[in-house]
Nanobody
Framework: QVQLVESGGGLVQPGGSLRLSCVGSKIGFRIYTMGWYRQAPGKQRELVATITTSGNTNYADSVKGRFTISRDNAKNTVYLQMNSLKPEDTAVYYC?????????WGKGTLVTVSS
């Protein structure tokens, strides 16, 4: 059974940084586009960033210049480096693996940005 397990969430002050990790198991990791999504309380889940199998990246406008997505196929891991965090970045962050009609999701990790 495919598993995606996120880690690295927590409480951080505004302006701070966090790095999220997502490790995939029982998945041909390198053939999937990997992504990070987030869902804030009372809001719909939204795209944060994606990275294709060839390393092309895409970001939501709200995080451009502050967040960086990267992947290490040898470790079956995708990362999200988050800098200059704002209170509005508070959400549960989910890892996604996508290929054609297949989508897999992790259970999420909570990021809280507050003073």
């Amino acid at each position: 059974q495919v598993q995606l397990v996120e880690s690295g969430g927590g409480l951080v002050q505004p302006g701070g940084s966090l790095r999220l990790s997502c490790v995939g198991s029982k998945i041909g990791f390198r053939i999937y586009t990997m992504g990070w999504y987030r869902q804030a309380p009372g809001k719909q889940r939204e795209l944060v960033a994606t990275i294709t199998t060839s390393g092309n990246t895409n970001y939501a406008d709200s995080v451009k210049g502050r967040f960086t997505i990267s992947r290490d196929n040898a470790k079956n891991t995708v990362y999200l480096q988050m800098n200059s965090l704002k209170p509005e970045d508070t959400a549960v962050y989910y890892c996604n693996a996508h290929r054609t009609i297949m989508d897999y999701w992790g259970k999420g990790t909570l990021v809280t940005v507050s003073s």
